[in-house]
């Protein structure tokens, strides 16, 4: 079986009420959908997929009231639709999303999870943020750092070595979202690496790593019910 890799993203910024992002071009059965999400304002993100659900591994309402940030994932199974919906209490908001499939990654496709720990996050217009160290523990797994921040206009420059931006997109007035890749072949630390800022912004970051497929398994737990695996009619498998 080959490494875990990138396998294809896909982007939304608008207004709405609601949120959906299109299954990345190539995606197959086993491949891992992360969905990243910023919505203006202080909401509950919450998922909408039925019996297709994903699992909500993080969310921050750290800049109440300016943006709620949130990570979403599943595997990919037999059946499972072409769109990832999620939504909030109706309000129409200014909303930024990215959604990114993993090819061949680990059955606890998470290395080390997102979570409170690996976040860092200014509640005041900053030129600079950083992201958090984390210590990758399966060889060949994939460092993901993101930055969700409250205005679309800023253009985020990445100071990690060799690391792949995947996605960058925001709505206009507010609401940008970046993500940034790399593999880490030999476990180590990531670093704490900046992401600088064009006009000062609120802003939070993440820190964490999809798991190559061998080796042991998540380094935190994935979310508070596990991961979201599901059959093709639904439920638990």
């Not at 060949?140 to 930055?147: A, F, L, R, T």
Request: proline share 5%; hydrophobic share 35%.
């Amino acid at each position: 079986m080959a490494n875990v890799a990138v396998r294809a993203s896909t982007t939304v910024a608008e207004t709405a009420t609601s949120i959906t992002l299109a299954q990345p071009t190539g995606t197959v059965d086993g491949d891992y959908i992360v969905c990243f999400l910023n919505v203006n304002g202080t909401e509950t993100i919450a998922d909408n997929n039925g019996s297709t659900a994903f699992t909500d591994d993080y969310q921050n309402s750290d800049l109440t009231p300016t943006e709620t940030v949130a990570i979403f994932s599943r595997i990919q199974v037999s059946g499972d639709p072409t769109s990832y919906n999620f939504d909030w209490d109706g309000t129409s908001a200014r909303i930024a999303g990215i959604c990114i499939s993993f090819s061949d990654p680990h059955t606890t496709p998470y290395d080390v999870a997102p979570s409170d720990a690996s976040d860092n996050s200014t509640s005041v217009n900053e030129e600079f943020l950083d992201d958090v160290d984390i210590l990758t523990v399966i060889a060949n797994s994939i460092h993901v750092s993101c930055i969700w921040v409250d205005r679309a206009s800023v253009t985020t420059t990445y100071d990690g070595t060799s690391y792949s931006e995947e996605e960058d997109v925001g709505v206009s007035g507010s609401q940008g979202l970046t993500v940034n890749t790399k593999v880490i072949v030999t476990p180590a630390q990531t670093g704490v690496n900046t992401y600088t800022m064009s006009t000062d912004s609120q802003a939070i970051t993440q820190s964490f790593s999809i798991a190559n497929n061998s080796g042991g398994g998540a380094a935190t737990p994935h979310g508070p019910f596990g991961l979201a695996f599901h059959g093709p009619f639904g439920g638990p498998i």
